[in-house]
T-cell receptor, first 114, second 112 residues
């Protein structure tokens, strides 16, 4: 196991639904990330938290709302999504930000918006 | 334009054969370059990391090379196995910057 657990693994939601993605890391890391992975495209950084403080928003639409209650947990709240938001959402953690420590990824949530 | 370009986009090889994947980058200044392996339905897992002063790094049957002057890296897979079927992603970082530059990946399919 990677030490980073994401739930659910798969999610299908309508455009009017509200859902949340959950990420938990058991590595004692201080930084957590949300990435979006679309087919044949590079990973896109969405949000970064360091010691529970958000340090990056990266111009993500407001229909995506992150929450980091503590350094081990990260949520991504979803509402009124669009079909183009269908993608694999990856959570990652690292020791810190800016120290070039490697990212440890979860196995992702495959999101389909209908 | 993406700062990290990978080629080929995909390739198919027979089990037991070797293959080489390419990564060209424009990120500057440069801190390190990593290769990640992503199995289908899984998150990426780090294979190798190389800093400016390193020009080769091995991890089992995987050997990565780096030419920081020409800003090129390659990942060589020796004696491929069916379990090598995956996407291989090149990731470049600048000093003291959490914003990594990702390539789009090369999908490798190993056939028996």
């Amino acid at each position: 196991e990677t030490g980073v657990t994401q739930t659910p693994r798969h999610l299908v939601m309508g455009m009017t639904n509200k859902k949340s993605l959950k990420c938990e890391q058991h590595l004692g890391h201080n930084a957590m990330y949300w990435y979006k992975q679309s087919a044949k495209k590079p990973l896109e950084l969405m949000f970064v938290y360091s010691l529970e403080e958000r340090v990056e928003n990266n111009s993500v639409p407001s229909r995506f709302s992150p929450e980091c209650p503590n350094s081990s947990h990260l949520f991504l709240h979803l509402h009124t999504l669009q079909p183009e938001d269908s993608a694999l959402y990856l959570c990652a953690s690292s020791r810190g930000t800016g120290d070039n420590s490697p990212l440890h990824f979860g196995n992702g949530t495959r999101l389909t918006v209908t | 334009k993406n700062q990290v370009e990978q080629s080929p986009q995909s390739l198919i090889i027979l089990e037991g054969k070797n293959c080489t994947l390419q990564c060209n980058y424009t990120v500057s200044p440069f801190s390190n370059l990593r290769w990640y392996k992503q199995d289908t339905g899984r998150g990426p897992v780090s294979l190798t990391i190389m800093t400016f002063s390193e020009n080769t790094k091995s991890n089992g049957r995987y050997t990565a090379t780096l030419d920081a002057d020409t800003k090129q890296s390659s990942l060589h897979i020796t004696a491929s196995q069916l379990s090598d079927s995956a996407s291989y992603i090149c990731v470049v970082s600048a000093p003291n910057d959490y914003k990594l530059s990702f390539g789009a990946g090369t999908t490798v399919t190993v056939r028996a």
